[in-house]
């Protein structure tokens, strides 16, 4: 493994003990990104279970994008994990950017999230 994959990992575990411990209880809506696509999760640590999920990979968005690697994706994913995760109850969240840092494909599924009712 090489070294910076380990100091990748390292950072997500040290974001995720942090946001565990100061979440309060709130549920985590966790990013990947990769280079084709972007992918978002509520995960309820209590319960170790996926509450919600969506991606650029989902057929109703799939068709409307371009490409599931550029910002009008993670704005479409954004919206539809908000969506989603109010229909399953959950309504505010704490945002685990995997490490990744808060610009560009990130912090615009995050804005869109909030615009589509989630608290963080």
Same mark, same amino acid.
């Given at each position: 493994?090489?070294?910076?994959?380990? %100091?990748?990992?390292?950072?997500? &575990?040290?974001?995720?003990?942090? *946001?565990? %411990?100061?979440?309060?209880?709130?549920?985590? #809506?966790?990013?990947?990104?990769?280079? %084709?696509?972007?992918?978002?999760?509520?995960?309820?640590?209590?319960?170790?279970?996926?509450?919600?999920?969506?991606?650029?990979?989902?057929?109703? *968005?799939?068709?409307?994008?371009?490409?599931?690697?550029?910002?009008?994706?993670?704005?479409?994913?954004?919206? #539809?994990?908000?969506?989603?995760? %109010?229909?399953?109850?959950?309504?505010?969240?704490?945002?685990?950017?995997?490490?990744?840092?808060?610009?560009?494909?990130?912090?615009? #599924?995050?804005?869109?999230?909030?615009?589509?009712? #989630? &608290?963080?």
């Amino acid at each position: 493994m090489s070294r910076h994959t380990t %100091k990748a990992i390292k950072r997500r &575990q040290r974001i995720r003990n942090t *946001l565990r %411990k100061s979440g309060g209880g709130r549920a985590r #809506l966790s990013v990947f990104r990769s280079s %084709k696509h972007i992918y978002a999760q509520v995960i309820d640590d209590g319960e170790g279970r996926t509450v919600a999920a969506a991606s650029s990979l989902d057929k109703d *968005l799939r068709e409307g994008l371009k490409t599931g690697a550029d910002v009008d994706a993670a704005v479409k994913v954004g919206a #539809l994990i908000a969506e989603r995760a %109010k229909a399953a109850g959950v309504e505010a969240v704490v945002f685990d950017r995997s490490g990744y840092r808060y610009h560009g494909r990130v912090k615009a #599924l995050a804005d869109a999230a909030r615009e589509g009712g #989630l &608290q963080f």
